[in-house]
C-alpha cells in the first residue's frame, strides 16, 4: 500500500511540566508513516498518545520540551521556528480533533472556518477558497455544500460536524491527517460512516493518515499498521491483522479482551485490573507490570526494550508469555508471527 | 437529530444570498414589541417603588424647602402642600401622578419652580455624554489591556496590568475624583476645573445634547476641543473604576476561552497567533463582555452623582443629590425614571447586541 515513507519519528521523547515537576509522558517512540497508509496508535487515555499527536506539530503546552526526529520530507519538524512550523500546520498536516461539538467554533460561520486557512497558506482570494470548500464538503458528502457555507456549526449533527472537521482538515491537500479519537464522541452508527470516509480518502487522495484510538475495534477495519502504547512508550508494533489476530504483549492482549464480542471468540468481555498509571506515579520496569497476569519479578525492575519478533513485529515485553509456542490452545491467526528466539525471553525466577 | 431539522428550518428562514442569519425583521420586530411592553410594566413597577420609598423617608418636604420664617407660619406651610398636593392621602397622590404622567407631566421641581421634565431635558444629555465617554475608555481600555494581559498570562505584564485592575477598583471615586482634581486641575493645571465649556464658549445649537457631538455635528472644532477639554477629566475618573472591572473580567474569559477546543483547532490550522486571537477568542469573549458592560453602565450612572458634584458637572447626578437633600418629591421621582429608562434600554440593547454575536441565540 505504502509507497515511500512520508513521516518518520525516532527516539521521539517529550517532557512535560505538572504541578509536581518534570514528567516523562513519551519515552522514546519511533515510527513512520508511510505514503497513503493509515497508521492507528492506540492505548488508554494517559498513554501518551495524544501528546506524541501534539508533539510533533508543537502543540504542547508551554513548558514542556520534546526530543527526537519528526521529519517530514526531509526536514526536522521539531527545529523548525514557529513561523516554518505554522506553515507545516494545516498545509502538510493537518489534524482532527476528538469532539466535533467542541472543535468548531460555535460563533464562526462554517465558510470563514473552512477558508480562512486555505486562505492564509495557500494564498488563494475569497472565492478561490470558497470552491475549494465546496469541493472539499462534497468529497466528505455534506448534502448541500453552499448551504453549509452559510451555517453555523450548532446547526448540524455529531457525524455531519466531523464530516466538516475533516473536509477543513483536508483543505490545503495535506500529506498526513492525524485524527485524535475521530469517532470516540460519535454514535456508533455514525462512526463507521467515517471511517470509511477516512479510508476512502486515503484511497483517492493518497493522503496518510494517522488514527489516534483506545478503540481497537475501530483501527481493525482500516488502517494498515499498529502502534499499542502504554505509560508513554510503544509496547507493541506491527501489522493491524497480525497484532490483532494474534497479540503477543499482554497489554494489547487486554485491550482485545474488553473489547464488546471480542473477535467472535464467545469469550465474554474482560475489562484489564487497575487503571493506567499516572505520569506523577509511574510504575519502574515495565510500566504495565502492576496489572499484568503474566508478571514476573524481573518485570518491575528492568524496562523491557522493543524488539523485532519476526514479520516486522515489535515486542516490548521480556517474558513474552503469549508467543505461539507457549500460550495456551493458540489462538487462530497465530501463523502469521514466527517468533524469534531470543535469550531475553528466558524466563527469570 | 431534532437540533439538525431545527437548525434547517431556521436556515431555510433566514438565508438570503448564502448568509445565514437568525435575526429577521419580523423576529426582531416582536422581540422589541415584547420587550418594550416589559419594559413599560417595569417602569410602572418602579414608579410605585420610588414613590413609597421617597414617602417612607422621614422628613417634611415644606421644612425642606421653605425658609425658618416661612415655616413659623401655618398658613404658607399649608399652602405650600396644597400646591404640591401633599395635604392629600399618599395613595391619592400616587393616582395623580401616575395620571399625570399619562400626559408626560413629571411634575413640578419645588426647588427649581420648572416642569421636571425641562430640568431633565436640560441635566440627562449632560449625564449621557459623561457616562458614554466613561464606558468607551472602559471598554476600549478594559477590553484591551484584559485581552493583552490574558495572552500574556503570567508575565510581567500580565501582573502590571493586573495591579492596575485591582488598583482601579479599589479605590473609591471620590478619593481619585478629588486627588484627580487636585492634581490634575489644581497642582498641574491640565484640565479646567469643572463645567461643561469654558466662561467664553456659548453651547452648540442643541442636536443631541452632547456638547461634543453637537460641536461634531455643527462643525465647530474650536467648540468641540473646549467640550471635550471639559469632559476627560471627569469622564476619566467616572471610567476609572469600570476599566478595573471590566479589565479583570475580560482577562478572565479570554482565559476561559483560550483553553477550548476550538482555539486549538484554529491553531492545528496554522493560522497566525493573532489571527487565533482576534478572530478566534477576542469573540467569544465578548459575549460575557457585553453583558458587563450592561451592568457596569448602571455602576457608571451612580457614580456620576459623585463625580458630577466634584467636577460641577450639570447633569442629571447633580440634580439627583439636590433633589435628594431637599426632598424635592417630583425630581426625585423625574431622576428614578430616567435612570430606570436608561437601564431598561442598555440591558435591551445588550442582549440584541448578544444575538448578533452568538448565532445560537434566538430573540425571543
Known sequence: MSTGTLLEVEDLSVRLRTARGIRLAVDHVSFSIGQGEILGIAGESGSGKTITALSLLGLLPGGSRTTGRVVLDGRDLLTLHRRELRSVRGRQVSMVLQDPMTSLHPLLRIEVQMTEHV??????????????????????????????????????????????????????????????????????????????????????????????????????????????????????????????????????????????????????????????????????????????????????????????????????????????????????????????????????? | MTCGTLANLAVINTSLRGRARRVTPAGLGRFLGRRIGIGLVLMVGITLVAFVLTHLVPGNPAAANLGQRALGDPAIVKAFNHEYGLDKPVVDQYVIYLGKLLHGNLGISEQSHRAVVTDLAEYVPATIELALFAIVISLVLGVGLGILAAVRRGKLVDGVIRVISLLGVSMPTFWVALLAFYLFFFRLGWFPSGGRLGPAVTPPGNITGLYTVDALLHGDWSLFASALDHLVLPGLVLGIYTVGTMVRFTRASVLEVINNDYVRAARVKGLSEWTVIRRHVVRPALLGIATVSGVAFGSLLSGTVLVENIFGWPGIGQYAYNSAINLDLPAIMGVSMVVAFIYIVVNLLVDILYSILDPRIELR
Open chain 1, 119 to 349: 486562505r492564509t497558506h495557500l494564498a488563494m482570494s475569497k472565492d478561490q477558497a470558497r470552491e475549494r470548500a465546496l469541493e472539499m464538503l462534497a468529497a466528505v458528502r455534506i448534502p448541500d455544500p453552499e448551504q453549509a457555507l452559510a451555517s453555523h456549526p450548532h446547526q448540524f449533527s455529531g457525524g455531519m460536524r466531523q464530516r466538516i472537521a475533516i473536509a477543513m482538515a483536508l483543505a490545503c491537500e495535506p500529506r498526513l491527517i492525524i485524527a485524535d479519537e475521530p469517532t470516540t464522541a460519535l454514535d456508533v452508527t455514525v462512526q463507521a460512516g467515517i471511517l470509511s470516509l477516512l479510508d476512502q480518502l486515503r484511497r483517492e487522495r493518497g493522503v496518510s493518515v494517522m488514527i489516534i484510538t483506545h478503540d481497537l475495534g475501530v483501527l481493525s477495519s482500516i488502517s494498515d499498521r499498529l502502534c499499542v502504547m502504554y505509560g508513554g512508550r510503544i509496547v507493541e508494533h506491527g501489522v493491524t491483522r497480525e497484532v490483532l489476530g494474534s497479540p503477543r504483549h499482554p497489554y494489547t492482549n487486554g485491550l482485545m479482551q474488553a473489547l464488546p464480542g471480542a473477535s467472535g471468540t464467545g469469550v465474554p468481555m474482560r475489562p484489564i485490573g487497575g487503571s493506567p498509571p499516572s505520569l506523577d506515579d509511574m510504575p519502574s520496569g515495565c510500566s504495565f507490570h502492576p496489572r499484568c497476569d503474566y508478571a514476573q519479578v524481573s518485570c518491575s525492575s528492568k524496562v523491557p526494550p522493543l524488539r523485532p519478533i519476526g514479520g516486522g513485529r515489535l515486542l516490548a515485553c521480556d517474558p513474552d508469555p503469549l508467543a505461539p509456542d507457549r500460550s495456551e490452545p493458540s489462538s487462530s491467526g497465530a501463523a502469521t508471527s514466527v517468533p524469534v528466539p531470543d535469550p531475553l525471553a528466558e524466563q527469570v525466577p
